[in-house]
């Protein structure tokens, strides 16, 4: 359901950069678009068309990241690019190659640090046509991106032992439940779930968990709430999906546990995410780069697509969102101007046509 007010689903919650929708079509939305490596810039030229194809006006600010640009300004990630995504306050970005065991750590890491993107949000629903174990999914996982042992605070301790610090604070814990809560009011959603290890942790998840119950007080009668334990967590998740609604999660769990929801309705390659804060919000595929890839139009562009429909509802453009949320859908349940993952034999540009198509009122067809 639309909220009455015509404001983004996702900009309902508190600190998420509300952005009115547009009274006028000539004013177009302003957007960093980060093509990223490997299959990235294949994907978000497919997802660009898609997206300008939805009626929706828009004005692409592009900006490169990551590996490409190492050689010319010595960082994956060049200070313009901030400026640019803080000036224009959203941005969509393709996948971008993160170095395993050294060099830079990540270049999501330090956006979200250097945007204060405090809340990862990634939905996991079960889409006609994809291959699953599982039907009817619908998940919600809402992580909080900036502390927990992703904050990076690690160190040698001698030369064979490593020591990595957890930090956990009241304040950003209680403000990621206020956005999950949140959330699940603006969209109608029944029930929000706090996962922890506070059984063993108790200090640190102990306090996660206290402070999702005191934010949890403020929407009794309104939202259900539970808890559980990260591992129990998972082993629910593979044999009952269906009980549960919203997740709540720190940061590392948030991350493994997004990874499993995403596993349940087809593969990350399916899986949209937003990064949210106060100031802005980045809308990224949450996969790989998949460099060995690159350059061959293979890839599947469904889950920086579905990225692009989380953004149109954070612009408030409510209507265009659901419009390219089931052009998505009927393509791939349609199941023939697809990718070869998904079945088809279509290629990353082909797949966009067929959407572009449907939107248009045309049927998907691939010759």
Excluded at 48 to 71: I, K, Q
Excluded at 139 to 167: C, F, Q, W
Excluded at 294 to 315: D, E, F
Excluded at 344 to 353: I, K, L, V
Aim: with cysteine; glycine share 8%; net charge negative.
């Amino acid at each position: 359901m639309v909220p009455e007010s015509g404001r983004s689903r996702l900009a309902e919650t508190p600190g998420s950069a509300p952005i009115v929708a547009r009274t006028m079509a000539a004013m177009a939305h302003r957007v960093t678009l980060i093509p990223g490596d490997g299959i990235g810039p294949e994907l978000a030229e497919a997802t660009r068309r898609v997206l300008d194809a939805s009626g929706v006006a828009f004005e692409w600010e592009l900006v490169d990241a990551g590996e490409a640009v190492m050689a010319r300004y010595g960082t994956p990630l060049p200070d313009h690019v901030i400026e640019s995504i803080r000036r224009n306050r959203v941005a969509i970005k393709g996948p971008i190659t993160t170095p395993v065991g050294s060099g830079f750590r990540s270049v999501n890491v330090a956006l979200r640090q250097a945007l204060g993107l405090y809340a990862s949000l990634r939905p996991a629903k079960s889409i006609p046509g994809i291959e699953s174990r599982y039907r009817d999914v619908d998940l919600v996982i809402v992580r909080e991106n900036t502390e927990d042992l992703y904050a990076g605070i690690e160190h040698m301790v001698g030369p064979d032992a490593a020591e990595s610090i957890k930090i956990i604070t009241r304040a950003a814990s209680e403000r990621i439940a206020r956005f999950a809560f949140e959330y699940a009011v603006a969209n109608r959603r029944h029930k929000v779930t706090a996962v922890h290890k506070a059984n063993i942790m108790k200090l640190t998840d102990g306090l996660f968990l206290e402070s999702c119950r005191t934010v949890a007080a403020d929407y009794a009668g309104r939202i259900e709430f539970e808890d559980r334990i990260v591992d129990n967590m998972c082993m629910q998740l593979v044999q009952k999906p269906e009980l549960y609604d919203v997740l709540v999660l720190p940061n590392l769990y948030g991350d493994i546990i997004s990874d499993l929801a995403a596993g349940l309705v087809g593969g990350l390659g399916v899986a949209p995410g937003a990064n949210i804060g106060t100031e802005a919000a980045v809308f990224e595929a949450v996969h790989g780069s998949a460099p060995k890839h690159a350059g061959q139009n293979k890839a599947n562009p469904t889950a920086l697509l579905l990225s692009g429909v989380l953004m149109l509802r954070h612009l408030g453009e409510l209507e265009a969102a659901e419009r390219v949320e089931q052009a998505v859908i009927d393509v791939i349940a349609e199941g023939r101007a697809v990718t070869y993952d998904l079945g088809g034999s279509a290629g990353t540009s082909e797949m966009a046509d067929a959407i572009i198509a449907r939107l248009a009122g045309a049927p998907a067809t691939i010759s």
